[in-house]
């Protein structure tokens, strides 16, 4: 059983406009939510998280939005830029579970100019 | 500037032979993990270790040992090396306790067993 999920596995955007990246989970345990940005041949990179007490968190460009009622999380880029252009993972974490975050399958995002 | 390093970036081994891995980090973190990453299925975890000479299997520990002598080492250990293991391996750290919980990633090993 997939407990966090990338429904989608490609965005395809336009420069200047948003993407919009989403991500659902089944685990009501999970208390806080991350995202990485992952180039190839490289290592995924933190890009942003939130906390279960926080429905939205903001750093630049990027916003993550979380519905809990829901079980989803969003992250939203605006505007978008070609060096956005990698593959986005959505990541949740249990408090009690040593850190330990489970991953999605990645959402591949490519802003054309 | 934080960092994680892994011992080779691209490994060419023989189906039946022993793989090690090495990660080492630098940011003193009690967590440490080491993940698969294969097209379309994600990062899928092996092991983690959130302590010296601790460890935990992960979702798929088959085929695969760790040691952790050191805090700021961790090893992945393929004891006899199979096709199907042929694939990107990421090490990672975090801290364990303040929240947070972002991991550091490695830049990667990209392993293929022939």
């Known amino acids: 059983d997939q407990q966090v999920k990338q429904n989608s596995p490609s965005l395809s955007v336009q420069e200047g406009r948003i993407s919009i990246l989403n991500c659902d989970y089944t685990?009501?345990?999970?208390?806080?939510f991350l995202w990485y940005k992952k180039y190839p041949a490289e290592g995924p990179t933190f890009l942003i998280s939130?906390?279960?007490?926080?429905d939205k968190n903001e750093d630049g460009r990027f916003t993550v939005f979380l519905n809990k009622s829901a079980k989803h999380l969003s992250l939203h880029i605006v505007p978008s830029q070609p060096g956005d252009s990698a593959v986005y993972f959505c990541?949740?974490?249990?408090?009690?579970?040593?850190?330990?975050?489970?991953f999605g399958d990645g959402t591949t995002l490519t802003v054309k100019p | 500037d934080v960092k994680v390093t892994q011992s080779s970036r691209y490994l060419v081994k023989r189906t039946g032979e022993k793989v090690f891995l090495e990660c080492v980090q630098d940011m003193d973190h009690e967590n440490m993990f080491w993940y698969r990453q294969d097209p379309g299925l994600g990062l899928r975890l092996i092991y983690f270790s959130y302590d010296v000479k601790m460890k935990e299997k992960g979702d798929i520990p088959e085929g695969y040992s760790v040691s952790r002598e050191k805090k700021e080492r961790f090893s992945l250990i393929l004891e006899s090396a199979s096709t199907n293991q042929t694939s990107m391996y990421l090490c990672?750290?975090?801290?364990?306790?303040?929240?947070?919980?972002?991991?550091?990633f490695g830049p990667g090993t990209r392993l293929t067993v022939t």
């Open positions: 939130i906390s279960s007490i926080k």
């Open positions: 685990n009501s345990m999970f208390d806080y």
């Open positions: 990541a949740a974490s249990d408090e009690n579970n040593a850190g330990k975050s489970t």
């Open positions: 990672a750290s975090s801290f364990s306790s303040g929240g947070g919980y972002e991991q550091y």
